[in-house]
Every structure is written in structure tokens, then in C-alpha cells.
């Protein structure tokens, strides 16, 4: 049987790893919940070969492991070179540069890879440019959309970023997003793309646990504290 070979490119929160990597420094990232349950599955497809290629200015030099979920995870030494740090809120070169040294890396692992798809997670960084540069049929997700947050917060890496992200919304022929608001901006965007529905992977705890019992009455927040994730409607309307 000849397997789909599926390329991700993508943030992975590289730290569950525990031993599996040479590191430089250890640190803690974003928990990429619905990364981590979507490859799990995936991984265990016999007709999908999932390799995940992410970028960490963590570790020593590029290293590939074969995760025990059944999927190959690629990791590229990235940030400062021979520092092992990523570059500062205040002097992001890289997102100044276009990400044009993080976009090369990416790419030509995605060559080594030779996969029959690439799947770009997220607009805010290298990956969906590099997804674009790869010239392999190709796909987007939406995991957050940088023209808003730079309305909301606004910095000067979201303010040298929403431009790129629009530049990978219109070159892309295939977007996926998770809510109508989204899929909405994208199509705004790129009135010729495919709109898909991805909705995000589920932990599979979360369909182990007696939920249905009436007795039982649970509300689950999952996000950070920032305004914009809305824990504090959440409080006010417990109250209420």
C-alpha cells in the first residue's frame, strides 16, 4: 500500500520529549494541545506517513526522532546563531528579515521529505511563508489572525508580521480555519480560496470522563488569561 506522505510545518511543544533531544537549554513553549492529539492520530493511520518539521533555538544542531505515536518529528536549530535563543520582542530580525533564513531551513527539509502534501499550521510565522516557497501542493490552517491582534495589542513584531500573513493568504489556494470569524477574514482575503473547515483535535481524555452525568457539573476554560481569550466574560457570567 502506498502511503499519503504528509508534511507538517508547524510549533511543537518539543519539551515532552524529555531525553529525546540534545538540547542547548531547556525551555517551556506553548502546549499545542491540538497539534499533539491531531499527529497521535494521524500517526496511527497505515495509510498516512506524517512527518512534523518545527523550528527551536533550543537545541543542538538540527535532529530528527521517531515519535513512539507512530510519526517522524524533524527539528531545526533556528534563532541566534551559536547563542541558542530566539530573537527579542524588541529586536525581531527575524520577522524583519521576512523570515528568509527560517524559510531556507524549512524548505529544504520539506525537499528531503518529498511529500505528496504540505500542511502549513498558523499564519504568524515562518511556516505558512515557507509552505508557499516549498512548490509542493499545499494547504493553511489558521490557528490566530495577526491583523487582529495587532489591533488589539500592538507591537512591532505583529506590525512587521500581519503584512506576511497576507502574503500567505492570497498565494494559498486551500485555507482551513476553525470559526466563522476565520474562515470569514480569509475569504475576505482570498475570495478565489477553498475555505475548509478544520476543527482542532480533542484530547482523548476528554471523551473518557463522565461529562453526561447531571450530577456532575464541570465547565472547562481552555486559554490563557489574555483579554482577548475571554475569561473574564467567563467569571462575569458564573456570577450572574
Request: positive net charge; contains cysteine.
Amino acid at each position: 500500500m502506498t502511503k499519503l506522505r504528509i508534511a507538517w510545518l508547524t510549533q511543537y511543544p518539543l519539551y515532552t520529549l524529555g531525553n529525546g533531544l540534545v538540547w542547548a537549554r531547556r525551555r517551556l513553549s506553548h502546549p499545542s494541545s491540538w497539534i499533539v492529539s491531531l499527529a497521535r492520530a494521524l500517526g496511527r493511520r497505515e495509510a498516512i506517513e506524517l512527518h512534523l518539521i518545527t523550528l527551536c533555538p533550543w537545541v543542538r544542531g538540527d535532529q530528527t526522532v521517531a515519535h513512539p505515536d507512530g510519526y517522524m518529528l524533524h527539528v531545526l536549530d533556528s534563532g541566534i546563531p551559536f547563542l541558542h535563543r530566539g530573537f527579542p520582542g524588541y529586536a525581531p530580525l527575524d520577522a524583519l528579515t521576512g523570515y528568509r533564513m527560517e524559510r531556507r531551513q524549512l524548505v529544504a527539509k520539506v525537499g528531503q521529505v518529498r511529500p505528496d502534501v504540505v500542511h502549513a499550521h498558523g499564519t504568524e510565522y515562518a511556516y505558512g511563508l515557507a509552505a508557499m516557497d516549498a512548490n509542493y501542493p499545499w494547504v493553511v490552517s489558521l490557528q490566530g489572525i495577526i491583523a487582529d491582534y495587532l489591533r488589539t495589542n500592538p507591537s512591532l513584531v505583529f506590525k512587521l508580521v500581519a503584512p506576511l500573513e497576507k502574503q500567505v493568504l492570497r498565494g494559498a489556494k486551500f485555507i482551513g480555519g476553525r470559526t466563522h470569524f476565520d474562515k470569514g477574514y480569509a475569504a475576505k482575503v482570498n475570495s478565489k480560496a477553498v475555505i475548509l473547515d478544520f476543527p482542532e483535535a480533542m484530547n482523548e481524555c476528554f471523551f473518557s470522563g463522565s461529562w453526561k452525568d447531571p450530577g456532575n457539573r464541570r465547565i472547562l476554560f481552555v486559554g490563557s488569561g489574555e483579554e482577548p481569550k475571554g475569561l473574564h466574560h467567563l467569571i462575569d457570567a458564573l456570577g450572574r
